[in-house]
Every structure is written in structure tokens, then in C-alpha cells.
């Protein structure tokens, strides 16, 4: 089975940067859609970008024009890079195939004077 793993969340201040990584356990192409999805307290589960197995991208309103997601096939692993980072974006960041069920313990992006 696919599996999928986070790493890269941290502590930032309001304005900086993060970029989170994806470490995919098979082939990206072998997935149509890779997700990043953030869950904030006391608030469900969101999307906030996916990038297919063509490289199309997409962006929830809002992080868009301040977050990037790409992927290396080489290394297997996609990237969310996150900049101008604001306290609202503080949250638990997921990473999953499009459709699958099964979610890790994801990252921890925490942004905070």
C-alpha cells in the first residue's frame, strides 16, 4: 500500500517560511492527486493545495500567491513551501493520495510572535 509522510513543521514568526515535505513510499506517478490538508484547533480538516500526477496545481483561497506546492520525483516526495506565513495558518499539516482513507500523525506548523 502507498504510504505517505510528513515532516518539516515548526515554529515560525508571523512573515516567515516553512517548507514541509511528503515522503512518498511508491512512485508519485502511481497517484493521480497529492494533497496537503491542515487541521486547525477546534476546526475540521481543510485542503489547501494538491498537485497531480501532471503537475496541475490547485490552492484554497486562502494561501494562495503564498504557498507552492511541488514535487521531486526523483526523491519520491512532494513539497508545500509556505511563506509569509500568518498566525491563522497554524495548524496539524497532512499529506495524503487523493481519496485515501488512512491519515498520519502529520506536522505541526505553529506560527507565533
Known amino acids: 500500500q502507498v504510504q505517505l509522510v510528513e515532516s518539516g513543521g515548526g515554529l515560525v514568526q508571523p512573515g516567515g517560511s516553512l517548507r514541509l515535505s511528503c515522503a512518498v513510499s511508491?512512485?508519485?506517478?502511481?497517484?493521480?492527486?497529492v494533497g496537503w490538508y491542515r487541521q486547525g484547533p477546534g476546526k475540521q480538516r481543510e485542503l489547501v493545495a494538491d498537485?497531480?500526477?501532471?503537475?496541475?496545481?490547485n490552492y484554497a483561497d486562502s494561501v494562495k500567491g503564498r504557498f507552492t506546492i511541488s514535487r521531486d520525483n526523483a526523491k519520491n516526495t512532494v513539497y508545500l513551501q509556505m511563506n509569509s506565513l500568518k498566525p491563522e495558518d497554524t495548524a496539524v499539516y497532512y499529506c495524503n493520495a487523493m481519496g485515501r482513507p488512512l491519515w498520519g500523525q502529520g506536522t505541526q506548523v505553529t506560527v507565533s510572535s
Open positions: 498537485i497531480t500526477s501532471g503537475g496541475s496545481t
Open positions: 511508491g512512485s508519485i506517478f502511481s497517484i493521480y492527486a
